[in-house]
C-alpha cells in the first residue's frame, strides 16, 4: 500500500530508524502519520513535524480511532491490539511476523509480514560498514551487489565507485528530498538491493 494524501497510517515505534523513516516516507506521500513512542522518542518525533503522537505508557493507542494502515515495529499485544483499529480492506503490516493471518481475516484486512533473509556472512560484513565507508568494507558490499543494483551511502560514494559502471550510487543526506525517497523507495520494491550506510 503506498500512502495517498488522507491516508491515516498508525506506526508503532515510530522514532526508531525504521519508524522514523516510514513515517517520513508517509509524510511526503501525504499521509496523516500517528506514532506511538515514550520518553525523549516524543520529542523526536514532534520535531519532523505533522505527526500525531500517542504516549503508549499514559494512554492507549486505540484512542487514535480508525486507521487505513498499521505498521508494526513491536509485535505482541501491541500488534493483536491494532487488528481492531484498521479499516475493513485496510492493511497490518509487520516486521516482527505479528501479522496474523486469522486476526487478519476476521478484521476484513490484509496482514503482511515482512521478512529479511540476512544470513551470517552478510550480516557480518554490514556490521564492519560502520568502520569505513571509503576503504575495504565499501568495496566488498559494491562488488557483491547485481548489474543495476543501488548502492547508497549517506556520506559519499567511495572512491573508487567509477570501477563499478553496473551499480548505481546514491549519496543520502541526513534528511532525504522526496526525489531521493521515492528512489529509493522504488528499489526496494522493484527488488533491488538498497543499502543505507552511516558511520
Known amino acids: 500500500m503506498q500512502p495517498k494524501p488522507g491516508t491515516r497510517i498508525l506506526i508503532h515505534g515510530a522514532a526508531g530508524s525504521v519508524g522514523s523513516l516510514a513515517t517520513q516516507i508517509a509524510k511526503r506521500w501525504g499521509a496523516e502519520v500517528i506514532g506511538t513512542a515514550s520518553g525523549e522518542d516524543i520529542v523526536y518525533l514532534r520535531s519532523l513535524g505533522h505527526v500525531q503522537v500517542v504516549d503508549f505508557k499514559q ?3 486505540e484512542t487514535v480511532g480508525q486507521v487505513d494502515a498499521v505498521l508494526d515495529l513491536i509485535g505482541g499485544e501491541t500488534a493483536t491490539r491494532s487488528f481492531a483499529l484498521v479499516k475493513k480492506g485496510g492493511v497490518l503490516v509487520s516486521t516482527v511476523g505479528a501479522a496474523n493471518a486469522e486476526l487478519a481475516a476476521q478484521a476484513g484486512i490484509r496482514g503482511v509480514n515482512l521478512v529479511s533473509k540476512g544470513n551470517a556472512a552478510d550480516l557480518s ?17 559494491i562488488a557483491k551487489l547485481i548489474p543495476g543494483g543501488v548502492y547508497a551511502s549517506v556520506v559519499e560514494a567511495p572512491r573508487d565507485a567509477g570501477n563499478y559502471s553496473a551499480v548505481k550510487m546514491v549519496t543520502v543526506v541526513a534528511t532525504p528530498d522526496r526525489k531521493t525517497l521515492e528512489f529509493m523507495v522504488k528499489a526496494v520494491l522493484d527488488g533491488e538491493p538498497v543499502i543505507p550506510i552511516s558511520r
Open 59 to 61: 494512554e492507549r493507542f
Open 125 to 141: 560484513e554490514l556490521a564492519d560498514v560502520a568502520d569505513t565507508v571509503d576503504g575495504k568494507t565499501a568495496e566488498k558490499l
